[in-house]
């Protein structure tokens, strides 16, 4: 089973940048695809940022143009990179893995991995 440990989060001013490690044990994650999701308090979990194996990328319309999705199979870590962060980017980051591929690798799919999620609170 595939264990995913977020790091990195923490609280930052509006305009800053934080970068988001995810560590995977056990198992390579190179074939997998893996995503970013976020979850405020009173709302529903929404995906981020998407990757898949061969490293094509999808983002919520939101995050375009300021977060960016990367991973290193090398160091089986998955990396999310947010810069000009906005007070409503405060939320819980989880990452994910699952067994998709092309089109199929998207924030709607059914991830089968999760992390415990790492807390970015941005102040105005």
């Known amino acids: 089973q595939v264990q995913l440990v977020e790091s990195g989060g923490g609280s930052v001013q509006a305009g800053g940048s934080l970068r988001l490690p995810c560590t995977a044990s056990?198992?390579?994650?190179?074939?997998?695809?893996m995503g970013w999701f976020r979850q405020s308090p009173g709302k529903e979990r929404e995906g981020v940022a998407v990757i898949d194996s061969e490293g094509r990328t999808t983002y919520a319309d939101s995050v375009k143009g300021r977060i960016t999705i990367s991973r290193d199979n090398a160091k089986n870590t998955l990396y999310l990179q947010m810069n000009r962060l906005k007070p409503e980017d405060t939320a819980i980051y989880y990452c994910?893995?699952?067994?998709?591929?092309?089109?199929?690798?998207?924030?709607?799919?059914?991830?089968?991995?999760w992390g415990q999620g790492t807390q970015i609170a941005v102040s105005s």
């Open positions: 994910a893995a699952g067994h998709y591929s092309g089109i199929d690798c998207n924030a709607g799919a059914n991830f089968a991995y």
């Open positions: 056990e198992y390579t994650i190179s074939t997998y695809c």
